[in-house]
């Protein structure tokens, strides 16, 4: 099977079907997108929450890295190939506290997650499941097929969104 | 073509200064650990795009140890320890007493100061050469897949490019059981300051 590997601060939108996959999600957040009429699967992984934030924007700017561009991109891109955006519907993973001991990093991965379901909520798009938070980073499948997404982490065995 | 942040010779003085630094850090190490023998390679300093920075440590699913140091002051930058999970087993195994070694609290705890002391020593030989005030926050400590620990990280330090300057050092042990990374992010305005200092242009 086709599988679509995403860096961070980086997307892709596949049809019919294949694996959306991206791996090491710490306080970064996996945005799968999906329309389950066409099976469109389309998947970002958000570094920071809000662009708005960096004033000074690279020349080169890169709108996969933030929660505030990348989900419109990413909506704009499935719509290219066919998706709605009302037919959409969004599951999320990552956005957690890794270092213990320490507040540095925790309130940038809570930050991704509730900017994440704000943009969600701005566009109208539902969150059908999420597996958020924790002191655990995640690998993220998504088969576009079934839109089925199954979370992987180290020692705590597999789980399905 | 936007203007690169950083060009060669900027980061060979980078690569110097990692080598200084980390020549300090690898001695206070080599000190804790008594008969086993530290080797550092040569540091890489490297201007790396943001997507493969996570890539960097071997493996993004890679399970590893991260001990994590923010330094605040005259300028800011993030330091990471990061070692496999094993060779984490192996340091503190050297470091425990017997009859401890299945104490968890006490292998991260020490796993933790190893780290703490390897990034202040490599913080005080930077200050020093620099005359820059670095005031390192308490260490952190994550064991996870490595791409979530570095991404975090760079979160962390709020990365603004897309492409970022990265200072790289790999120890080991004589037989290769304890093996580790330091890598060493500045801020942007962290570089400029440190040129600035040195004076390069």
């Not at chain 1, 809570?110 to 109208?124: M, S």
């Not at chain 2, 930077?126 to 996870?144: H, K, Q, R, V, W």
């Amino acid at each position: 099977m086709h599988i679509s590997r995403v860096k961070i601060a980086d997307w892709a939108v596949l049809k019919g079907g294949g694996i959306l996959m991206t791996i090491g999600l710490g306080s970064c957040v996996g945005v799968a997108l999906y329309d389950v009429q066409q099976k469109i699967g389309g998947l970002a992984h958000i570094l920071l929450s809000k662009s708005r934030e960096f004033p000074q924007r690279a020349a080169a700017f890169n709108p996969a890295k933030f929660a505030d561009t990348a989900i419109p991109l990413l909506v704009q891109e499935m719509e290219r190939v066919g998706g709605k955006k009302s037919r959409l519907r969004a599951k999320i993973a990552g956005g957690s506290q890794l270092f213990m001991n320490q507040k540095i990093g925790n309130s940038v991965g809570e930050k991704n997650v509730l900017t994440t379901r704000q943009v969600l909520g701005e566009l109208g798009i539902p969150i059908a499941g999420e597996d958020v938070g924790g002191n655990y980073g995640r690998t993220l499948r998504f088969f576009v097929e079934s839109g089925l997404v199954v979370i992987s982490t180290v020692g705590r065995g597999e789980k399905e969104v | 073509m936007g203007k690169k942040i950083v060009d060669a010779y900027k980061l060979d003085v980078l690569k110097e200064l990692a080598n200084i630094g980390m020549g300090h850090a690898v001695t206070a190490l080599a000190q804790m650990l008594g008969e086993e023998k530290i080797f550092m390679d040569v540091p890489v300093a490297t201007l790396a795009p943001l997507q493969d920075v996570p890539e960097l440590l071997g493996g993004a699913e890679l399970p590893v140890a991260g001990v994590f140091i923010a330094a605040d002051g005259d300028i800011q930058l993030k330091i990471l320890f990061v070692l496999p999970l094993d060779s984490a087993l192996n340091l503190t195994a050297l470091l425990l007493p017997g009859g401890w070694e299945d104490a968890e609290e006490l292998k991260l705890s020490a796993l933790l100061e190893v780290g703490n002391i390897l990034t202040s020593s490599y913080l005080t030989a930077l200050s020093l050469m620099t005359g820059l005030i670095l005031l390192p926050s308490p260490p952190a400590i994550a064991m996870d897949m490595s791409a979530a620990i570095i991404s975090t990280v760079m979160a962390a330090a709020h990365i603004q490019d897309d492409e970022l300057v990265l200072m790289q050092t790999t120890l080991s042990s004589q037989e290769k059981r304890i093996t580790g990374q330091i890598l060493m992010l500045p801020d942007r305005g962290a570089l400029n300051k440190i040129f600035s200092l040195l004076g390069i242009r």
